[in-house]
């Protein structure tokens, strides 16, 4: 066996464990290659796929000997580095798919993103980079199934708000565990802030540097979440799709505003999705230009799946309250606000409209389902999510009707809570919410509130919540979309198990959740 970097020969044996064989051969020349010493290890951040399409998938990198450099250029020189990437269709690299060179730019933090075709589809790939002799950890993908597939059995899994300083990443790799076929994130996926979400959680392990303003900052926080090994781990075992929430730029921003007045808040804007864009593997369509990034977009899975993904940050046309508990801000709710924007919402209905799958994923941020917030227990987010944009939430429950789409599904996270919801208009059943809990901020938590049993009693579309950290699995057949709430004892603590806590199924072309374990 070839001599390997330490750190190397671990993330490669830590990903056999999950994904079953990967066999580091003497004869492999893309590993026998001389090691440079002027370089460093560059592959610390690991590697990551995501947006897969029938025949390709994106494949990520990004090159950062020194993660940690608060310059944000994470060790590396001002000029540019060819980095190979090979695709195989086995984790032994001895059938080579798809192969090639990219130049990595200075100005975008040496961030490698290939967009590999020509790839069968419904199909598993393993990939990997070199760079100056360095060998990156292995990573597994899939492409999407065809339009005509099936694709049943396929397994999503969802997640959200991942606060580093508030818990460690176990949800991840539990996530990680159960070999979805895709993973939807959606959103928190960093916390700009170096405070506490939630006031009265511990603080685990710190982020590096303050809060997140310049792209130095911005990539650095990107940088130390890539470091943490069980999200690495979840982005090596399969394709993710992700869209941003406010944590990615600044706390509950809207459109141009943010939350808490501050001058330049474009600027920071465009700031935070280009490190945004560097640290995810996103297609160059949704590449950012100044403060404007197309984050909304639609995946196909066969005839099984379409995944709607939503921007309900960008496109808000409004200012958003200073503080969403201040009594004032009920004031400013005026009819006509769009959440989505008239583009986005027109480009959403002529989706549901066009669709033919069994299934339509809505993959959004924040919370649907409306919320009796007079006795206080979801306050501090309500209007911040949809509740705050009631008409637009009628046009789209219209639009969701009116399309005639089959069986639509909104999921969500945002909020660090389970919860099962049917969603109404007018007091008819239309749609399900299936909301992901956190992965880490808000610390363990615990199975229920007094402010969650009020919750339950208040609104009758909410079928079981849960205040623990965790994610969701789904598994998608023809006649059934199963959703497994999967939760941890704990996160201030490495190594928690997941149990599922409830599971919820929706019939084909039957509205209504129902509890089935
Ligand atoms: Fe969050
Ligand atoms: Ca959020």
Request: glycine letters at 8%; proline letters at 6%.
């Amino acid at each position: 066996m070839v001599r390997l970097p330490r750190r190397q020969l671990i993330s490669a044996l830590a990903f056999s464990a999950a994904a079953g064989s990967v066999t580091l051969r003497p004869s492999d020349p893309f590993i026998s290659a001389k090691v440079s010493r002027l370089v460093p290890d560059p592959f610390t951040l690991g590697v990551a796929s995501g947006d897969p399409w029938p025949s390709g998938v994106v494949l990520w990198t990004r090159l950062a000997p020194e993660p940690g450099e608060p310059n944000g250029l994470a060790g590396m020189a001002r000029r540019s580095f060819p980095v190979e990437w090979q695709v195989s269709e086995d984790a032994g690299f001895r059938t080579i798919a798809r192969a090639g060179r990219v130049f990595t730019d200075p100005n975008w933090a040496h961030a490698v993103h290939v967009e590999v075709d020509g790839l069968r589809a419904g199909a598993t790939y393993f990939y990997r980079f070199r760079v100056e002799g360095h060998l990156s950890p292995v990573g597994r993908t899939r492409t999407a199934p065809d339009l005509l597939s099936k694709a049943e059995g396929s397994r999503f899994a969802l997640a959200s708000c991942a606060n580093y300083e508030e818990g460690w990443f176990t949800a991840y790799r539990r996530l990680a565990e159960d070999d979805p076929d895709l993973v939807l994130h959606l959103g928190d996926y960093i916390y700009e802030s170096p405070e506490l979400g939630q006031p009265g959680a511990r603080r685990v392990r710190g982020h590096e540097g303050f809060e997140a303003i310049t792209l130095a900052d911005y990539r650095r926080r990107h940088a130390q979440y890539k470091t943490d090994p069980d999200l690495q781990h979840a982005h090596a075992v399969a394709p993710w799709a992700v869209v941003f929430d406010d944590h990615e730029v600044d706390g509950n921003w809207a459109g141009f505003h943010p939350e808490t007045p501050q001058p330049g808040f474009a600027g920071r804007r465009a700031t935070a999705f280009r490190a945004y864009y560097e640290h995810m593997p996103l297609r160059r369509r949704s590449l950012p230009r100044g403060p404007f990034m197309r984050i909304y977009r639609r995946l196909g899975w066969g005839a099984l799946a379409t995944v709607h993904l939503l921007d309900t940050r960008q496109y808000r046309d409004d200012q958003v309250c200073g503080d969403t508990r201040a009594v004032g801000c009920h004031a400013r709710l005026a009819p006509g606000r769009t959440l989505l924007g008239a583009e986005q919402e027109r480009w959403l209905d002529r989706g549901l409209r066009a669709s033919r799958t069994r299934w339509d994923l809505l993959a959004q941020q924040v919370c649907m389902a409306p919320r009796d917030t007079s006795s206080g227990p979801f306050g501090a987010y309500a209007l911040d999510g949809w509740d705050g944009y009631a008409s637009a939430r009628r046009r789209l429950f219209e639009s969701i009707v009116s399309s005639g789409v089959r069986n639509p599904v909104v999921v969500t996270g945002d909020v660090h809570r389970h919860y099962a919801n049917d969603l109404a208009l007018d007091g008819r059943t239309i749609a399900a919410e299936l909301i992901t809990t956190s992965v880490s901020s808000g610390g363990d938590g615990s199975r229920t509130t007094a402010r969650i049993d009020v919750e339950l009693a208040q609104n009758p579309g909410l079928h079981w919540a849960d205040c623990r950290r965790g994610y969701v699995a789904l598994t998608l057949d023809a006649n059934q979309l199963r959703a497994d709430f999967r939760t941890l004892p704990y996160v201030t603590r490495p190594g928690a198990p997941a149990t599922t806590a409830a599971s919820f199924a929706l019939q084909d072309r039957r509205r209504g959740l129902a509890r089935i374990a």
